[in-house]
C-alpha cells in the first residue's frame, strides 16, 4: 500500500494512463508540489484560520501572515502560476499542458483553499488571469495582468446578481454605456468572491451594453472596474453556510454611476458572453480537479478516523460496523471514477481548448462536486459531532463543495445542455435501428423464419 502521497499518485491506474504524457519538467514540478502542500500547506490551515483576527472589521483588512509566507516559499519552489499553460498563453504561461495541471490541481485541492493561493492558482484570480491574458488590450495586461500574475494584487468577477436569476446570465441588468470617452456603470450584484479583500484592486464587471440587440448573447460586456473607483459600494460580505471566508469573502456590490476610461472595455462592446464562456470553461475543470483532491483528503481522514485503537465502540474499531467498510470502498471508487473524467476532459482541452471539451467540462461540473460532497458525507459521519465542529476541516470542505453545484452554473444548467447535446443524436440513431430493421426482416424472410416480434 502507498505510504506516501507521492506513491499514490504513481501507483494509480489513472497515473499509469497519462505518465507517458507528462514532460520531466511537469514530473519534477509535481513531486515539488505534492511536498509542499503535504508538509507546508496542509499544516499550516488551522494555523491560518487562527491569524485570522475575529474582530469583524480587521477580518477584512489583514492578509494572513503565513499565508504570504507561503506564497514567497512557493515562488522559490516554482510552484506559481501553475495552472497558466504556455501552449495557450506563450507569452504568460508555464510550460503545462491541462493534463500536467489537472493532477496538480488535485494535489492543490487536498489543502483547499490555502494551498491555491499559496501558488497563486486560486479562484477567481485565476479566471481572470486568463481573460486578461487571452483578450486583454496590451495596456490592460500590463497594468492589471502583470501584478496578478507577480501576486501583487488580487481581483474580482462581478457577474452574478442579487434580483435576477443569474444562471441564465442573459438577465443580468447592470447597465453598461458610453458617455463619450467614458463608460458608466450602474449595477447591484451580490456573492463576488475575493471583492472583500483589502488586497483586491480590480473588479471585472458583466452587464448589458447593447439590450435591444435582438441576439440575446451580443448584449453583454465586460469592463475593467478599479476597486478604488467612486461609486463602487461594497455592501456587506455574504456568508456561506455561515462561513464569510475572510479576507476575501463573497460580496454584495452596488456600482453606482462609475465611470471608467473607453479603454477599460474588455475585447470589444458585446463580447461578453464570448469572454465569460472563454472564462469559464477552464475555471470549472479548475474546480472538479481541486474537488477531487477534497474528497481524497476527506477520505483520508476518514481512514485514520475509523482504524484509531482509541476511538474503539463495543470493543471493535469503527471499520468493523455496519456499513463504514462499504462507504470507504464506494468512495475510492468514485473518486477514481471521478478522477478518470476530469483527465479526459483536460485532454481534450488540450486538443481542442475548452470550446471543444464543453461536453467533458459540463459532465465533470455536476458529478464531480455532487461525488465529493457524498465522500465527505461519509467522512462527517464516523467523525460523529466533531464532524461538523471547526476541529475538523470536514465541514469546511462540505460548504466550499456544496457552493461548487451552484458557481459557474447551477448543475441543472450543465445536465440541460448535456442533455440537449444527447437528443441531437437521436434521429442518426432512429435512421440507424430502421436500417438494422429492414435488414432483419429482409433476412427472416430470405431463411424463411417466422417472427414473433
Known amino acids: 500500500m502507498p505510504s506516501h502521497p507521492v506513491e499514490e499518485i504513481t501507483s494509480s491506474a489513472s497515473w499509469s494512463l497519462v505518465e507517458d504524457k507528462f514532460s520531466p519538467y511537469a514530473k519534477e514540478t509535481l513531486a515539488k508540489l505534492i511536498t509542499f502542500v503535504n508538509e507546508e500547506c496542509v499544516p499550516a490551515q488551522r494555523v491560518a484560520r487562527a491569524q485570522l483576527p475575529t474582530d469583524p472589521e480587521k477580518r477584512w483588512k489583514t492578509a494572513i501572515p503565513i499565508v504570504e509566507e507561503l506564497k514567497t516559499k512557493a515562488k522559490k519552489l516554482g510552484l506559481w502560476n501553475l495552472f497558466l499553460s504556455k501552449a495557450h498563453y506563450p507569452e504568460f504561461g508555464v510550460p503545462l499542458t491541462n493534463l500536467e495541471y489537472a493532477v496538480m490541481a488535485e494535489i492543490l485541492g487536498r489543502a483547499s483553499p490555502l494551498a491555491p493561493e499559496a501558488c497563486n492558482c486560486s479562484a477567481p484570480d485565476t479566471g481572470n488571469m486568463e481573460v486578461l491574458a487571452r483578450y486583454g488590450s496590451p495596456e490592460q495586461q500590463k497594468q492589471w495582468l502583470v501584478p496578478l500574475l507577480s501576486g501583487e494584487i488580487r481581483s474580482a468577477f462581478s457577474m452574478t446578481e442579487r434580483f435576477v436569476a443569474s444562471s441564465d446570465a442573459t438577465n443580468i441588468q447592470t447597465s453598461i454605456r458610453r458617455e463619450g470617452n467614458e463608460i458608466v456603470i450602474n449595477g447591484h450584484k451580490w456573492y463576488i468572491s475575493g471583492a472583500g479583500d483589502p488586497r483586491t484592486r480590480v473588479h471585472l464587471v458583466m452587464g448589458k451594453s447593447d439590450p435591444s440587440n435582438q441576439n440575446t448573447y451580443l448584449q453583454q460586456s465586460v469592463v475593467i472596474v478599479p476597486a478604488d473607483t467612486p461609486g463602487v459600494k461594497v455592501v456587506r460580505p455574504m456568508c456561506v453556510f455561515g462561513y464569510d471566508d475572510a479576507p476575501e469573502g463573497h460580496c454584495e456590490i452596488i456600482y453606482e454611476n462609475v465611470r471608467v476610461p473607453l479603454s477599460n472595455l474588455v475585447l470589444g462592446w458585446g463580447r461578453g458572453f464570448e469572454i465569460i464562456q472563454g472564462r469559464l470553461g477552464p475555471g470549472r475543470i479548475h474546480h472538479c480537479m481541486r474537488s477531487i483532491g477534497a474528497a481524497q483528503r476527506a477520505l483520508d481522514i476518514m481512514l485514520q478516523r475509523v482504524t484509531d485503537p482509541s476511538r474503539k465502540t463495543f470493543g471493535k474499531f469503527l471499520y468493523e460496523h455496519g456499513t463504514v467498510i462499504s462507504d470507504i470502498a464506494k468512495s475510492r471508487a468514485e473518486i477514481d471514477m471521478a478522477r478518470m473524467l476530469v483527465l479526459s476532459a483536460a ?23 455532487s461525488m465529493a460532497l457524498q465522500v465527505v458525507d461519509r467522512a462527517i459521519q464516523v467523525f460523529g459531532a466533531e464532524g461538523v465542529s471547526q476541529d475538523q476541516i470536514l465541514a469546511e470542505l462540505w460548504a466550499g463543495l456544496r457552493t461548487l453545484r451552484l458557481a459557474d452554473g447551477p448543475d441543472e444548467v450543465h445536465l440541460q445542455q448535456i442533455g440537449q447535446r444527447e437528443l441531437k443524436r437521436a434521429p442518426a440513431l432512429r435512421k440507424q435501428a430502421e436500417a438494422a430493421k429492414k435488414k432483419e426482416t429482409e433476412l427472416f424472410s430470405k431463411y424463411n423464419i417466422k417472427a414473433h416480434l
Do not use: N, R, S, T
Not at 485532454?347 to 462536486?369: H, N, R, S, T
Open 347 to 369: 485532454i481534450q482541452i488540450d486538443k481542442y481548448k475548452a470550446k471543444g471539451a464543453l461536453k467533458e467540462i459540463g459532465m465533470a461540473k455536476f458529478i464531480v462536486p
